[in-house]
């Protein structure tokens, strides 16, 4: 077992998967070439993904606004203030 410091990011793989830390920082064992690219395409997708999901939460609001804005004219309507 190695003695030293623990860097942050270790911390984060640890309490992501303890199995690949353990793999990686006490076994020495590494990724071969197409779990790296898998891992590089998997990133891709979600940040893909992520944008989006943020993109559709945007729409849902200027939705949301517009309808709204509908009521409240269709209330204005109703009531004889729109002339």
Excluded at 7 to 33: H, P, T
Excluded at 53 to 65: E, H, N, P, W
Excluded at 67 to 73: D, M, P, R, Y
């Amino acid at each position: 077992m190695r003695k030293g410091n623990v860097s942050a990011s270790e911390v984060s793989e640890f309490v992501f998967c303890r199995r690949a830390w353990w793999l990686k920082y006490q076994m020495g064992a590494v990724a071969s070439r197409a779990a790296q690219t898998a891992e590089t395409t998997g990133r891709a997708w979600h940040r893909r993904q992520g944008r989006r999901i943020a993109r559709v939460a945007g729409l849902k609001l200027v939705g949301s606004g517009l309808v709204l804005f509908g009521v409240i004219l269709l209330v204005f309507h109703l009531l004889g203030w729109a002339r």
